[in-house]
Each structure stands twice: as structure tokens, then as C-alpha cells.
């Protein structure tokens, strides 16, 4: 092995090691999941090993952040290679004694600011050009407009020491009227004096009354707690007593359903390479935004068919589009539609897993939650699996276990907030207020974690028969990177001293796209090589018509391609069909 390379126990002449780190958050994360996980799975954990790419020091974690997001995610991600590795067992005869997963740390945290790295002819997520190269799916104004996006952010509560994060979501006029503002102030083109406007009307009321004022017009929205505060709450309760993900069966009647050998298979002879875990199963993505649709992205890696489901007439944020829909086909289909809704059904009636990343009971409400889906594997004599990712967590939940806030709205920025992320983050800057870390950290690792449960539930389908229920959610993610403990003091110094001066100069209200950006660039000149052309792939995107770039994979699982047959194409690019799934050569290669 290179100095890059090492392997998961080497030393670190600091003291600590990313690697090592990744390595301690895998047991941890495997004694947090026992209950849920195969025995099966242990088998392949001695062939897990965690390395660094070329150039990178183990001993140094990239981002400006206290948390051990990098070894969370390496972590989760080695437990999918092991996932994998099991079901290739299971399909191809694969012996776990030969079996090698190794997971690059580097590509890890490339991963966790995905969005950040994809480009389209070299333009990035902050170009305004960018804006004509894409669908239009802010329907709203709600991310195209500063004034409008800055409803989403955090700031001050008439209690000085208390702050609130308030989420306009993909509207913003509800949150914005609440707060007795104007829904549109097109005399409001300045960032700071937006921040002042919105800042200046949060400051009129208490935390209680911001609660009630979102509960009564059922918007997003969450006080900032230290960790130490949500473990107090029945809600952190609830979720302490759970691990990151569940798994359990709905209906046990309808037989197994074995994987099939891959040669018998439509991406088998369309030409796709035939060992990839899932080659042959259907999965219908109903999600938008980011941690949802990263399931559906993982599993498209593995080989799994992942048609995305999105309506005309609801609003997303656009530049995901180029990110999170890699190796899928996407189709427009508006379930409340009588036409558009046997269509989907006739594309259900085969479906193998169901992604749903919509408010718990959204679809439900379009008959389509769990109880129907079952129904329908009755019906059709084959189990289902429907893997479900929120915000809150708890949905599931009798009522005895306390998950009070299971269907509350929530984003990103309201996990990061309300479970102690953003308390830590501030800190770690040496500021008296929490502060929403760089990047939609959360939202991938939740998608990692929604990934593993998928695969467990096949895996479950393919052995015992039945349909599976699965559940992860961005606040038990949090609450497994807050497990792991932060850094260790020196390490933090050292973050701190090499990042940028001006990313330790934000404060509580500045918006997450201004974090972000502050963070970017100050990895760019402390860590250029993650921008090397060596760490994203490069393809043609027909349906974007231009070069796209992408972070590489950091999982690597010996006998197994895990990577996209096709780069990203818009929303609503493909026919709602199953049939001829085009595989792109230039992203099978690399």
C-alpha cells in the first residue's frame, strides 16, 4: 500500500486517525443496529478496512466541523459493503472468507458535500448560469429569491439567549406571514439587510410562542437545543432507545423472493455487468430534495432499476436534480390524477421497494403508505418493501414510546438544530450560538443509512419471505455522529488554525448556503486535491445535455462493481416504463 492507503489500523503521528475513527464508528454502529441486522452480515466485518486517498494524511478530518461526520459516514458505508457482500453470498455463492470491502475515508467526505462538487460543463451549484441549464422546479420563489430563501434560517428569539429556527420550506409565504412579513419584498435584494428584516420580526416572540405559532399553521420550525436539552425532551428519549435504523416485518404470508441470477435479468441483457448486488430489482423513489433520493442513488449503484417519481405540480430545489438523480431514470406522474395514478399503479404492481421521503402520512393520504402496499403484496403473492426517511424519526411508534414530534415537518437544519448539532458547531467556532454546519452533512448520511436499510429488507424478503418496513430519519442519524463524541481537543486546534479566518467569522443567522460556501472555499486552499480531477468522474449527461462531474465512489467491494450505469438527467426526463433502461459505457468504465 501507498501512504495513502493505509490500512484501518495505522498509526497517526498526531495521535488520532480518520481511519481508526471509522473503524471504532463501525462497532459502534453495529452494537447500535444487533437487533436489526442478519447475523449473517458479521461474517464480512473482518474484511472491512478503511483507507485514505493518495495525498491525504489519515490523521487530519477535512471539514471545519467538531463532529466525526467523515467516520460516521465511512462507516455506514462499510456496512452496505457488507450488506452487499452478504446478498452476493447469497446470489453468486461469494465466500465471506474471500471478501474484501474497503471503504476510502477521503471519498467519504467527498460524498457529504456531493452538491458542492458536481458541475455541469464546469459550472457549479453558486453559478447564477447554472439557472438555465436546469428544469425550474422552484415553483415558489422559495430558493430563487434571497428574501423568500432566507425564511429558512436561524435567529435570535426574544429571549437573547434562545434562538429558533424558523423553515419556509418550499413556499415560505406561510412562515413569512406568520411572522406578521410580507410574502414578497422585491426591495429586499441585500443579504444582510434580508437577515436584519426576517431577524428583526423572529426577535418579537418567545420560543413557545414561535411552537405554537408553526403547530397552529403547520409549518417547519424548531428551537436550537444543546444535545444535552433534546435528550431531555420525550422525543430525544424516544429516539436514544432506538438504533440509527429499523427493520421489521409488516406482513410474514407471502413466500421468499429469491434473487435472481443475473443472466436472466433485463439490465443483465442490455449489457450491464452482471455482478452488482441488486441487478434485476425495481425500485420507485416518491421523494424530493436530498436524503431521500441519496437512498435511491445508492441503490442505483448496486445496480437496482430506481425510477423517481416526481409531480409537476410540486416544487423541489433545483441543482439536486444534477446530484442526487445519477443512475436513475426520472418520470412525471401526478398521483391525484386518475390517469397518472393507474399508470403508477401498473409501474407498482412489479415494484420491489418503495422510497418515501415525504412528511410521514403524505402518502398514506394518496393511498399508497405501508397498510396499501401490503394489500398489494398479498395480492400479487410477492412481499414489498417500503423504506421510509423523515426528520424527526419515531414514526412507527406506538404512543407509549413518547416519539411526540414523529410527524412534525423538518429539513436538514431542523435536525442539525433541535437535536445539538448546530450547538456543537458553534462551540467548536468559539461562539455563545449554535451555528448550522457546512453542507447537507446529515441529509447524506442519512441516505447512506436509509441505503443499508433497503438492503437488509431485501435481504430479509430474499430469506424469510414477507414484506419489510424500514426507517431512518436524519435526527437518528444525528444522534449516532453525536455518539461517536467530538474531537479531541488538539484536533479541533488544528482545525481551527487551518481553516479559513473568515469561516470562523459567521454567526448564528448567517444561512446555510453562506456557511457552506465559506466552508468550500476554504477547503479548496487547505485541501485543492479534493477538487483534482482524480476524484469525480466526468460523463456526458444527455438528459442535461453537457459534461457532468461527480464525486468517485468510496465503496469498493471485491467481486461487486458498485457504481451508476447512466449519469443524471432531470425530473421527469424518462417514460413511466420498466423497460428499455439504456446503459451508459462511459460511466460503467470508470
Same mark, same amino acid.
Given at each position: 500500500?501507498?501512504?495513502?492507503?493505509?490500512?484501518?489500523?495505522?498509526?497517526?503521528?498526531?495521535?488520532?486517525?480518520?481511519?481508526?475513527?471509522?473503524s471504532?464508528?463501525?462497532v459502534?454502529?453495529?452494537?447500535?443496529?444487533?437487533?436489526?441486522?442478519?447475523?449473517?452480515?458479521l461474517?464480512?466485518?473482518?474484511?472491512?478496512?478503511?483507507?485514505?486517498?493518495?495525498?491525504?494524511?489519515?490523521?487530519?478530518?477535512?471539514?471545519?466541523?467538531?463532529?466525526?461526520?467523515?467516520?460516521?459516514?465511512?462507516?455506514?458505508?462499510?456496512?452496505?459493503?457488507?450488506?452487499?457482500?452478504t446478498?452476493?453470498?447469497?446470489?453468486?455463492?461469494?465466500?465471506?472468507?474471500?471478501?474484501?470491502?474497503?471503504?476510502?475515508?477521503?471519498?467519504?467526505?467527498?460524498?457529504l458535500?456531493?452538491?458542492?462538487?458536481?458541475?455541469?460543463?464546469?459550472?457549479?451549484?453558486?453559478?447564477?448560469?447554472?439557472?438555465?441549464?436546469?428544469?425550474?422546479?422552484?415553483?415558489?420563489?422559495?430558493?430563487?429569491?434571497?428574501?423568500?430563501?432566507?425564511?429558512?434560517?436561524?435567529?435570535?428569539?426574544?429571549?437573547?439567549?434562545?434562538?429558533?429556527?424558523?423553515?419556509?420550506?418550499?413556499?415560505?409565504?406561510?412562515?413569512?406571514?406568520?411572522?406578521?412579513?410580507?410574502?414578497?419584498?422585491?426591495?429586499?435584494?441585500?443579504?444582510?439587510?434580508?437577515?436584519r428584516?426576517?431577524g428583526?420580526?423572529?426577535?418579537?416572540?418567545?420560543?413557545?410562542?414561535?411552537?405554537?405559532?408553526?403547530?397552529?399553521?403547520?409549518?417547519?420550525?424548531?428551537?436550537?437545543?444543546?444535545?444535552?436539552?433534546?435528550?431531555?425532551?420525550?422525543?430525544?428519549?424516544?429516539?436514544?432507545?432506538?438504533?440509527?435504523f429499523?427493520?421489521h416485518?409488516?406482513?410474514?404470508?407471502?413466500?421468499?423472493?429469491?434473487?435472481?441470477?443475473?443472466?436472466?435479468?433485463a439490465?443483465?441483457?442490455?449489457?450491464?455487468?452482471?455482478?452488482?448486488?441488486?441487478?434485476?430489482?425495481?425500485?420507485?423513489?416518491?421523494?424530493?430534495?436530498?436524503?431521500?433520493?441519496?437512498?435511491?442513488?445508492?441503490?442505483?449503484?448496486?445496480?437496482?432499476?430506481?425510477?423517481k417519481?416526481?409531480?409537476?405540480?410540486?416544487?423541489?430545489?433545483?441543482?439536486?436534480?444534477?446530484?442526487?438523480?445519477?443512475?436513475?431514470?426520472?418520470?412525471?406522474?401526478?398521483?391525484?390524477?386518475?390517469?397518472?395514478?393507474?399508470?403508477?399503479?401498473?409501474?407498482?404492481?412489479?415494484?420491489?421497494?418503495?422510497?418515501?421521503?415525504?412528511?410521514?402520512?403524505?402518502?398514506?393520504?394518496?393511498?399508497?403508505?405501508?397498510?396499501s402496499?401490503?394489500?398489494?403484496?398479498?395480492?400479487?403473492?410477492?412481499?414489498?418493501?417500503?423504506?421510509?426517511?423523515?426528520?424527526?424519526?419515531?414514526?412507527?411508534?406506538?404512543?407509549?414510546?413518547?416519539?411526540? @414530534?414523529?410527524?412534525?415537518?423538518? @429539513?436538514q437544519?431542523?435536525?442539525?438544530c433541535?437535536?445539538?448539532?448546530?450547538?456543537?458547531?458553534?462551540?467548536?467556532?468559539?461562539?455563545?450560538?449554535?451555528?448550522?454546519?457546512?453542507?447537507?452533512?446529515?441529509?447524506?448520511?442519512?441516505?447512506?443509512?436509509?441505503?443499508?436499510?433497503?438492503?437488509?429488507?431485501?435481504?430479509?424478503?430474499?430469506?424469510?419471505?414477507?414484506? @419489510?418496513?424500514?426507517?431512518?430519519?436524519?435526527?437518528?442519524?444525528?444522534?449516532?455522529?453525536?455518539?461517536?463524541?467530538?474531537y479531541?481537543?488538539?484536533?479541533q486546534?488544528?482545525?481551527?488554525?487551518?481553516?479559513?479566518?473568515?469561516?470562523?467569522?459567521?454567526?448564528?443567522?448567517?444561512?446555510?448556503?453562506?456557511?457552506?460556501?465559506?466552508?468550500?472555499?476554504?477547503?479548496?486552499?487547505?485541501h485543492?486535491?479534493?477538487?483534482?480531477?482524480?476524484?469525480?468522474?466526468?460523463? @456526458?449527461?444527455?438528459?442535461?445535455?453537457?459534461?457532468?462531474?461527480?464525486?468517485?465512489?468510496?465503496?469498493?467491494?471485491?467481486?461487486?462493481?458498485?457504481?451508476?450505469?447512466?449519469?443524471?438527467?432531470?425530473?421527469?426526463?424518462?417514460?413511466?416504463?420498466?423497460?428499455?433502461?439504456?446503459?451508459?459505457?462511459?460511466v460503467?468504465?470508470?
Open positions: 500500500m501507498t501512504d495513502g492507503e493505509r490500512s484501518s489500523r495505522g498509526s497517526s503521528q498526531h495521535g488520532y486517525s480518520v481511519e481508526n475513527g471509522a471504532d464508528a463501525l459502534r454502529l453495529l452494537g447500535m443496529c444487533r437487533d436489526t441486522l442478519p447475523e449473517e452480515y461474517g464480512f466485518q473482518s474484511g472491512v478496512s478503511f483507507t485514505t486517498s493518495p495525498g491525504f494524511a489519515d490523521d487530519v478530518p477535512l471539514f471545519p466541523c467538531p463532529l466525526k461526520e467523515q467516520e460516521a459516514t465511512a462507516a455506514i458505508r462499510a456496512l452496505e459493503g457488507m450488506v452487499a457482500s446478498i452476493a453470498q447469497l446470489r453468486y455463492g461469494c465466500d465471506a472468507r474471500d471478501s474484501q470491502i474497503r471503504v476510502d475515508v477521503t471519498k467519504a467526505a467527498c460524498s458535500m456531493s452538491s458542492y462538487m458536481t458541475t455541469l460543463d464546469d459550472l457549479t451549484k453558486s453559478d447564477p448560469e447554472i439557472r438555465n441549464r436546469i428544469p425550474d422546479t422552484d415553483l415558489n420563489g422559495a430558493q430563487s429569491i434571497l428574501y423568500r430563501r432566507l425564511s429558512a434560517n436561524l435567529y435570535r428569539t426574544k429571549d437573547p439567549a434562545s434562538y429558533y429556527h424558523i423553515h419556509g420550506s418550499l413556499e415560505a409565504t406561510k412562515t413569512l406571514q406568520m411572522l406578521g412579513l410580507e410574502p414578497f419584498r422585491p426591495d429586499l435584494q441585500d443579504y444582510r439587510e434580508c437577515l428584516t426576517i428583526t420580526a423572529v426577535r418579537q416572540f418567545t420560543v413557545r410562542q414561535l411552537e405554537e405559532m408553526n403547530a397552529k399553521e403547520d409549518q417547519a420550525g424548531v428551537p436550537a437545543l444543546r444535545h444535552s436539552e433534546f435528550l431531555q425532551t420525550c422525543h430525544g428519549k424516544a429516539l436514544d432507545r432506538m438504533p440509527a429499523t427493520v416485518a409488516k406482513e410474514s404470508a407471502t413466500p421468499a423472493v429469491p434473487f435472481l441470477e443475473a443472466e436472466h435479468t439490465a443483465a441483457a442490455a449489457g450491464s455487468p452482471p455482478r452488482q448486488a441488486l441487478t434485476g430489482i425495481r425500485v420507485l423513489e416518491l421523494c424530493r430534495v436530498v436524503a431521500g433520493p441519496t437512498i435511491g442513488r445508492s441503490l442505483a449503484a448496486h445496480g437496482a432499476s430506481v425510477l417519481v416526481t409531480s409537476p405540480h410540486l416544487p423541489d430545489v433545483p441543482f439536486f436534480q444534477l446530484d442526487v438523480n445519477t443512475g436513475k431514470h426520472t418520470t412525471s406522474l401526478h398521483l391525484r390524477d386518475p390517469q397518472d395514478r393507474a399508470v403508477f399503479e401498473e409501474l407498482l404492481a412489479t415494484t420491489d421497494v418503495v422510497i418515501d421521503g415525504y412528511r410521514p402520512g403524505a402518502l398514506e393520504g394518496l393511498g399508497y403508505g405501508p397498510d402496499l401490503v394489500q398489494l403484496a398479498r395480492r400479487r403473492g410477492r412481499g414489498i418493501v417500503y423504506v421510509a426517511e423523515d426528520c424527526f424519526g419515531g414514526s412507527g411508534l406506538d404512543e407509549s414510546a413518547g416519539a411526540e @414530534w414523529a410527524s412534525r415537518r423538518g @429539513w437544519q431542523i435536525a442539525d433541535v437535536t445539538g448539532v448546530a450547538w456543537e458547531q458553534g462551540r467548536f467556532m468559539r461562539l455563545d450560538e449554535p451555528i448550522v454546519p457546512p453542507f447537507p452533512m446529515s441529509d447524506y448520511g442519512t441516505g447512506a443509512l436509509g441505503c443499508v436499510a433497503a438492503l437488509t429488507g431485501l435481504y430479509r424478503r430474499a430469506t424469510q419471505g414477507g414484506s @419489510w418496513v424500514c426507517r431512518t430519519s436524519l435526527c437518528q442519524y444525528n444522534l449516532f455522529v453525536l455518539s461517536l463524541g467530538l479531541p481537543g488538539d484536533v486546534d488544528r482545525l481551527r488554525r487551518a481553516h479559513d479566518r473568515a469561516f470562523f467569522d459567521l454567526r448564528h443567522d448567517d444561512s446555510v448556503d453562506e456557511v457552506s460556501q465559506r466552508a468550500l472555499q476554504s477547503l479548496k486552499r487547505v485543492a486535491r479534493l477538487f483534482a480531477p482524480e476524484m469525480v468522474q466526468q460523463a @456526458w449527461s444527455r438528459g442535461f445535455g453537457g459534461r457532468m462531474t461527480w464525486p468517485r465512489e468510496a465503496l469498493a467491494v471485491q467481486g461487486l462493481r458498485v457504481g451508476h450505469a447512466r449519469a443524471a438527467r432531470p425530473n421527469g426526463f424518462d417514460e413511466p416504463s420498466w423497460e428499455n433502461w439504456e446503459v451508459e459505457e462511459e460503467v468504465r470508470q
